[in-house]
């Protein structure tokens, strides 16, 4: 099969969404599927996360992609995104996140190409951003189906978008070598989440389940890697249920 996945950008640090399209195309291209991935950063350069050598990178170097998609990066993008699929002709195409499965739904228009939007976050992400709320009433029209990582993810989705959705839960790879349960006898078990300290997180929805195991489960620890507005706060919930020696805030 052929598969076209589309994403803003590739070359930033860090990124969950990044990661997993990472990790899904190279999948893919080393069961044999004929994968590209198109982004819109700059020609020559790299992703962060490691591809399959058999994935067929195509960076379009169309717009900022460290900023917030304007209506001519829209425009440029749609165009380009329109001639080179016409071209490729895939059997799929896969925009990863809103700022790729919205341009990425109406260039193909006419084209008889299945799209596919791959959302990987929360409703309230969007409330902040007037412009990419109106955008995204029309993933329903433009996008055959959209994923979604979870059906609480889903759920907080207006009734027309959340009927469009299917969950298809991201994917975990185990290295080849990991230690099974028992090299662990005697140190401190960790459960580790890394992400901004932001409300769609729900970081205190985590801290407030730790803390009603961890009582029972003494040699658990919980660490959080990341930054955000809410660590005041996250910070004032962990001394709050007296979990500041089994909590973290890295």
Known sequence: MKVAFVIKALSHAGGGAERVLATVASGLADRGHNVYVFTFDPEQSKPFYSLSSTVHLMNLEIGRTESHMTVA????????LRQHLSELMPDVAVGFMHSSYIPLGVALIGKHIPVIGSEHTVAGHYERFRLQRWALRLAPLICDRITITSEQARSTF?????????????????PNGTRSRHGYLGRPRVVLSVGRLSAEKDHARLIAAFSMIQPANPDWKLRIVGEGELRGQLSNQIEELGMGKCVELV
């Open 158 to 174: 207006p009734t027309r978008m959340a009927r469009a959705m299917n969950v298809v839960p991201n994917p975990v790879c185990i």
């Open 73 to 80: 990066d829209f425009a440029y993008r749609g165009v380009a």
